[in-house]
């Protein structure tokens, strides 16, 4: 069993920064698929960025060049680093992992993803 704790969501205006923590207990996170999605009120949840165990990486087009995922090994977590943030960007930010060995540089659907954080809320104004 794995659990994830998100945290680093907050208030910010269009053009700052927020980076997002996720951390894992319960087992070594390197092994794992870890993602980051998030849903904004009456829309689906979107997938927006993912790392493999091998450290391949994928980017969904709306925040390529801006979000940056990453992790360390040694402190069990994940991090997305969001620039150049605009309103479109606000929504309840969701880490998931996956023991599956998935596939990498594709979106991929929230079902492949077996543990899920609760969320962080990120607000960005105008």
């Known amino acids: 069993q794995v659990q994830l704790v998100e945290s680093g969501g907050g208030l910010v205006q269009a053009g700052g920064s927020l980076r997002l923590s996720c951390a894992a207990s319960?087992?070594?996170?390197?092994?794992?698929?870890t993602g980051w999605f998030r849903q904004a009120p009456g829309k689906e949840r979107e997938f927006v960025a993912g790392i493999s165990w091998s450290d391949s990486i994928y980017n969904a087009d709306s925040v390529k060049g801006r979000f940056i995922i990453s992790r360390d090994n040694a402190k069990n977590t994940v991090y997305l680093q969001m620039n150049r943030l605009k309103p479109e960007d606000t929504a309840v930010y969701y880490c998931?992992?996956?023991?599956?060995?998935?596939?990498?540089?594709?979106?991929?659907?929230?079902?492949?993803?077996?543990?899920w954080g609760q969320g962080t809320q990120v607000t960005v104004s105008p």
């Open positions: 319960g087992r070594t996170f390197s092994n794992y698929y």
């Open positions: 998931a992992a996956s023991w599956a060995r998935l596939r990498v540089g594709v979106p991929l659907p929230s079902s492949d993803f077996h543990y």
